[in-house]
């Protein structure tokens, strides 16, 4: 194993995430999903140091949780099904080749597993970090589809958010989204994303936090 630890750029440099990125991008456009490319990888990265260093983690934590945000949706190359898993088996993987330690690689490989909906769970504090950062980041630049005649409802409710922030605070995380209600009605968020948000209050709960969701600057959770 390599003695200098691998970071967070290290992994953003690595060709071999650049590929795996670009095929799940592909793929994912190809099959009608939102963005699930550099941008958002970039940012659930950011968010999952930033929460972890506002939740006292150490530096260490933090950066293992900045490497699985930025490859957690890699298994998407494979196949949108069961993507946490593959994901999270490539992730582990390519982190011992590249002399990641057997302890730190399993500590991604976990949180990985565990950030979908309908089979995660806040298993640790980086699997929760990751829970959080995935699932607040819905905006209208994530939708691929150029053709708002065409839109599903995941389409809708994505371009009707002009904005959606997560802040960490009073040992809180606090997700405010403003929706463009002349688009998607405040009901169809809830009918995609309910389970997502109770995911959020259960990650939010792993780290000691309340989960509070505004929507147009009205508390609903």
Do not use: W
Not at 68 to 96: C, K, Q
């Amino acid at each position: 194993m390599s003695e200098m630890p691998i970071t967070g750029k290290d992994i953003q440099k690595s060709e071999e995430v650049k590929v795996l990125l670009m095929a799940s991008s592909l793929q994912m456009t190809s099959l009608g999903y939102t963005e699930h490319s550099f941008r958002h990888c970039r940012l659930v990265s950011n968010k999952c140091g930033e929460i972890l260093e506002k939740t006292g983690a150490d530096e260490h934590t933090i950066e293992l949780a900045r490497i699985a945000g930025y490859i957690h949706d890699i298994g998407n190359a494979v196949n949108r099904n069961n993507h946490a898993m593959s994901g999270a088996l490539l992730a582990y993987d390519m982190l011992i080749r590249k002399g990641m330690s057997y302890s730190d690689a399993a500590q991604i490989m976990m949180a990985i597993a565990n950030h979908d909906e309908g089979v995660g769970s806040p298993v640790s504090a980086i699997a929760a970090a990751l829970i959080l950062s995935d699932k607040a980041d819905v905006h209208r630049s994530r939708v691929t589809n150029k053709n708002p005649a065409t839109f599903d409802i995941h389409d809708r409710v994505n371009y009707s958010a002009t904005s959606s922030t997560l802040m960490i605070e009073d040992k809180k995380a606090k997700l405010e989204i403003e929706i463009d209600t002349s688009i998607c009605p405040v009901m169809d968020y809830f009918e995609i994303f309910l389970g997502r948000m109770k995911m959020c209050r259960n990650a939010a709960s792993f780290l000691e936090l309340t989960f509070e969701l505004f929507i147009n600057q009205t508390q609903l959770l």
